[in-house]
């Protein structure tokens, strides 16, 4: 069984992901690192050259490459990847799904920097001073309903950490 990390740009999902796979002593994969590395292109430019459809059809291959792997893996996934009924059926099927849901003002915060946000293709245009609060929210409240399947949902992982950890060692 695998650990799908999901939640909206910005919410750890990476840093939640390297953090549970060294404790675990599992292997860790990113999916934009993963469609990035095979594109030979970061995600940003792969969506300005090819489009949305193109990067999320080579985001579920990755999906489906990384859910195939024989021993157990947390996997951080796009903002975008659950949006796809397809992919949340393959993250059901081959593991549990954890949702970060930070507060809105932190993921703000922490995609203030423009490095930050000119790497996440949705928020590369978005004026943030004036626009990037009202765009998280809008954001949060389209994408809540795809998240939802998730068994294990927490602002940050270290509230859930002792619950997380004894669903690990029954799923080696």
Known sequence: MHLFVIGLP????TTTGR?????????FI???????????LPVAEL??????????????AALKAAAAHAVPTVI??????????????EMARTGEALWLRPELEAVHARLKPAAERLQRPLLAEVDWEVEGRAFLEKLDAARAEHYRFARFAAAEVASIQSELDVWALSSK
Do not use: M, Y
């Not at 910005?10 to 999902?13: A, E, P, V």
């Not at 953090?19 to 292997?27: D, H, K, T």
């Not at 990113?30 to 030979?40: F, N, P, R």
């Open 10 to 13: 910005g919410s750890g999902k």
């Open 30 to 40: 990113d999916l934009d690192e993963q469609v990035a590395a095979e594109a030979g």
């Open 47 to 60: 969506f300005a050259r090819f489009g949305e459809l193109e990067f999320r059809s080579r985001e579920q």
């Open 76 to 89: 951080a996934c796009g903002g975008g990847t659950p949006l796809l009924p397809a992919n949340r059926d």
């Open 19 to 27: 953090f549970l796979a060294a404790r675990w002593g599992w292997p």
